[in-house]
């Protein structure tokens, strides 16, 4: 008892040096409250300097300031706490009265009060949605909230670590749940298929801990970490117990749910007043296309702006449905939309073959980011090489292979999901074109090291009597247009 005393008083003196706070450590105080104290602070201002939470601010940079104004900021304290306590009797969540709770809610309802009308707006569309998957599922509908926590409901919200869509999914996660990313669509954008998603996860998680406190808490940093910090605590379950020992995050995860639900339910008593909606979401309708269709067109074919068409369908990341034969991928319009492009469907479809043949440049080939392999690595290798050859970033294979830096080994074995079409290159095929290549008296095969800022043409011009053509046919290039430093490419240098 007494090690975990001094070693508290320890983890309060760092947390003092660290942030600059000049605290004196009273041992004859519960050690234990300072240093939660110095945790609820520290969370406080991760939650408000968030870059995911600055998707509220885009939200909608057009509401009147007359809201910043009259909103309500200040309540007293026994009235947000008999407020709290009628949520805690609604929901199955464990919503307690905190003073770092109620500084947080009086932060929300000060900055970003002039947001809320149009997320609330937003809401209108998005909520009847997730609740019917939320009852599906039986899980308490209050969860939709913890859609305006993940992303201020921005469908196309990404997160810097790659977190994507409306319910924030990574791409192992997403894939885990049957969301489909291709190099046209991302169905962690699609508010439908990720809710269903999101809800399957959710299950999951509480499955696992009994407790819905404790699977938003895994939702946002893995089970694993919710698991550590109970173990941490002693053996505690209570989400207030443990937060102390939870990533910084996710430490102020919940009670920003909590703090959404109370302006949220309470809005109106804070003179928060939602504006109208862009669209209910059942003055909207669905149909299948049956071939390649662009936003364009369509705005153009149905008199609608591309920002609705983009509002409606946020899965399709170049504002193009396509058509594969093994996916049904379909077009959301609104209702009174829908018979016009029924009666002009044909008419659609033509134009849309007619420009598609005109087009100077053709469009991305359409490939599914659903095989997975493993890759050994070679002599020579670096995670930069790796990832062009694949058309994955570099941070994405740290991210499949769990690494925190960019070193490698010769033999070690990479997860990787790869996005290039035809990205290996059979070796008889490589030594087929090599033999056809005889030398002459005057020519000598040399290899060259590919240098930063190389391209074919500079190449070229280094050597006499070589064109551009010729390196092309020499060596196999997955993409001509970009060289990757270090390479080694073979020339046929004349004399």
């Known amino acids: 008892m007494n090690l975990q005393k001094y070693l508290l008083i ?21 050690v234990q409250q300072n240093y939660s104290d110095m945790v609820d602070e520290l969370w406080l201002e991760t939650m408000y300097s968030s870059p995911l939470n600055n998707e509220i601010l885009a939200t909608d940079q057009t509401t009147e300031n007359t809201t910043k104004t ?65 009852d599906k599922y039986d899980i308490p509908l209050e969860i939709k909230y913890l859609a305006v926590v993940e992303s201020a409901l921005n469908p196309r919200a990404k997160s810097g670590v790659g977190a994507t869509g409306i319910w924030q999914f990574m791409y192992q996660t997403g894939k885990q749940f049957d969301l489909q990313i291709s190099s046209y669509v991302d169905e962690r954008q699609d508010p439908v298929r990720s809710a269903e998603a999101a809800c399957k996860y959710l299950l999951t998680l509480y499955k696992v801990f009994n407790d819905w406190d404790l699977a938003l808490a895994a939702y946002n940093s893995g089970p694993g970490n919710v698991s550590k910090a109970i173990r941490r605590s002693g053996g505690h379950r209570n989400y207030w117990n443990i937060r102390p020992f939870l990533p910084r995050e996710t430490a102020g995860y919940l009670p920003a749910f909590y ?24 003055e909207t309708d669905t149909i299948q296309v049956k071939q390649l269709l662009t936003f364009e067109q369509l705005g153009e074919a149905l008199d609608l702006t591309i920002e609705m068409l983009q509002f409606l369908n946020p899965s399709y990341k170049l504002d193009i449905i396509p058509y594969v034969k093994s996916r049904n991928y379909s077009l959301r319009l609104p209702r009174t939309h829908m018979s016009d492009f029924i009666k002009n469907e044909q008419k659609i479809y033509e134009k849309a073959r007619e420009e598609l043949a005109q087009r100077e440049k053709p469009l991305p080939k359409y490939f599914e980011m659903n095989q997975r392999i493993r890759y050994k690595v070679r002599n020579g290798d670096y995670l930069g090489k790796i990832a062009y050859r694949y058309g994955v970033k570099v941070s994405e294979i740290k991210k499949w292979n769990g690494m925190r830096t960019s070193n490698i080994r010769v033999g070690q074995r990479l997860v990787i999901y790869p996005r290039r079409l035809n990205y290996t290159v059979s070796k008889s095929s490589t030594k087929k074109t090599n033999k056809k290549i005889k030398l002459k008296p005057t020519e000598k095969k040399i290899s060259y090291t590919i240098q930063d800022g190389d391209s074919l043409w500079i190449i070229a011009k280094k050597f006499p009597k070589v064109t551009i053509q010729q390196i092309k046919e020499w060596n196999s290039f997955q993409n001509p247009n970009h060289l990757n430093p270090g390479d080694k490419i073979f020339i046929y240098k004349r004399s």
């Open 259 to 282: 703090a959404t639900m109370y302006i949220f339910t309470y809005a109106v008593d804070h003179k928060i007043y939602p504006v109208s909606p862009l669209i209910q979401h059942f």
């Open 70 to 134: 009259s909103v309500v900021v200040d309540i007293p304290t026994a009235l947000l706490k008999e407020r709290l306590e009628a949520l805690n009797e609604q929901t199955p969540f464990h919503v307690e009265y905190n003073p770092i709770l109620e500084k947080l809610i009086k932060t929300y309802l000060k900055k970003r009060a002039v947001y809320y009308p149009k997320m609330m707006a937003r809401a209108a569309y998005y909520f009847p949605m997730f609740e019917a998957h939320l």
């Open 10 to 30: 320890f983890l309060n003196l760092v947390f003092c040096v660290v942030f600059g706070q000049e605290k004196e450590v009273d041992t004859t105080l519960s």
